[in-house]
């Protein structure tokens, strides 16, 4: 667009649209609506992808689950709640609410943030943790969302912990993001070890803050992806020992046990 022609150009979208539809049109010049995802161009300013990629990363989510572990699970094959994988399998947590499986474009974006430094993804990521937050049964009894965290030189290298951007961007009417659990030690990635190997990975590897507000608290880890719940079983454990009196667990992914997490 030449430039003498922008003031004519505002006056008739405002003309058009009033004074929304004017900012609207500054912002699309400041920000091209481009999709995070494939790059083309994209017809809405506040849905960050495209609607081919929404409905890719709507394929990934939904579907029944297992409230306990998280994974894949119809209403009708669970007992007490629990499905046919967690029956006899130690789970720290008392709940976990997760948007989708691990594949697919959710898996593509997860990968993207953690490995390509794409933290822009984290918001259409943030979306749809708002939505299986909403709809999850402990949403209402939550004191202090807690990022699941990065040992501090892997957030250096990194820049950011993709836990935190989540828990930052969920909305909720009191429940405020606490960052008291710390990891004290720098565990090896998970990507190749079986589900034992993963337990005794992260044992030991996370602590709280010396001050921390745990005690008689209702809280809820936020993570990426769970594939064993070896991490968030971990973190839960000390948790507990903080004395936190409910520990829930939201995830935008849950994975199959041989995946990478
Ligand atoms: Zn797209
Ligand atoms: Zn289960």
């Known amino acids: 667009m030449a430039f003498l022609s922008l003031d004519r150009f505002f006056s008739r979208q405002s ?4 004074f929304s539809g004017l900012l609207e049109s500054v912002n699309h010049l400041l920000w091209p609506t481009i999709c995070l995802g494939c790059r083309s161009r994209k017809d809405d300013l506040d849905t960050f992808l495209c609607a081919d990629c929404w409905r ?16 894949q699970a119809s209403r009708y094959s669970r007992i007490d709640n629990r499905c046919g994988d967690c029956q006899d399998r130690l789970i720290a947590f008392d709940a ?23 933290g822009e993804l984290a918001e ?15 949403a209402d009894s939550i004191d202090y969302f807690v990022p699941v965290p ?6 250096l290298s990194r820049g950011f912990n ?4 989540l828990a930052g961007g969920l909305v909720h009417p009191t429940a405020t993001v606490n960052t008291d659990l710390v990891r004290i030690r720098n565990t090896p990635t ?5 589900p034992a190997q993963r337990r005794r990975n992260v044992r030991g590897a996370f602590a709280v803050r010396k001050n921390h507000k745990f005690s008689g608290k209702r809280v809820c880890m936020v993570d990426d992806i769970t594939t064993s719940n070896a991490t968030l079983n971990e973190c839960a454990a000390v948790l507990r020992r903080a004395g936190a009196e409910k ?5 935008a992914a849950v994975a199959m046990q041989d995946r990478d997490e």
Not at 15 to 18: H, I, L, N, S, T
Not at 150 to 155: F, G, N, P, S
């Open 162 to 165: 993709q836990s935190r951007l």
């Open 15 to 18: 003309a058009r649209k009033g």
């Open 190 to 194: 998970q990507w190749s070890l079986d």
């Open 56 to 71: 890719d990363l709507m394929a990934a989510c939904g579907g029944d689950y297992c409230p306990r572990c998280g994974r």
């Open 96 to 118: 976990i609410a997760r948007a989708g499986v691990y594949s697919g474009a959710l898996r593509q974006i997860i990968l993207s943030i953690k490995f390509q430094d794409r």
């Open 150 to 155: 990065l040992h501090w030189r892997r957030r």
């Open 247 to 251: 520990v829930y667990a939201l995830v």
């Open 124 to 138: 259409p990521l943030i979306r749809i943790l708002n939505a299986s937050l909403g709809s999850a049964a402990f």
